[in-house]
Nanobody, 123 residues
Framework: VQLVESGGGLVQTGGSLRLSCVVS????????IGWFRQVPGKEREGVSC????????YYPDSMKGRFTISSDNAKNTIYIKMNSLKPQDTAVYYC?????????????????WGQGTQVTISS
């Protein structure tokens, strides 16, 4: 199983980025794919997740309104569009796959992880 993130980079405050995650080695349509982020010294936190089985989506309250998750099942790719970015969004962003859906997408459900992509927001 491989998950490969791309699209990270350096963006000014207020800017936008779209991250991509290409998934291989599993049946994409059977899995929940999530986005998480982590800064040094802090726990990894959930950004959003989406069930490819039925399209259910979850956003923590802190991410609602600025982040949008979507998928292209034909390309085995999941995206996270991030708008109105703030310096506190600076982190390494990871995508991950879970075999089951659970509301709030608990991190312990995700067994397959990508290597991460750095997102840096300048003030």
């Amino acid at each position: 199983v491989q998950l490969v993130e791309s699209g990270g980079g350096l963006v000014q405050t207020g800017g936008s980025l779209r991250l991509s995650c290409v998934v291989s080695g599993l049946i994409f349509n059977d899995y929940t794919i999530g986005w998480f982020r982590q800064v040094p010294g802090k726990e990894r936190e959930g950004v959003s997740c989406m069930s490819n089985v039925d399209g259910r989506k979850y956003y923590p309250d802190s991410m609602k309104g600025r982040f949008t998750i979507s998928s292209d099942n034909a390309k085995n790719t999941i995206y996270i569009k991030m708008n109105s970015l703030k310096p506190q969004d600076t982190a390494v962003y990871y995508c991950a796959a879970a075999a089951v859906w659970s509301h709030r997408c608990p991190i312990e459900y995700f067994g397959f992880w990508g290597q991460g992509t750095q997102v840096t927001i300048s003030s």
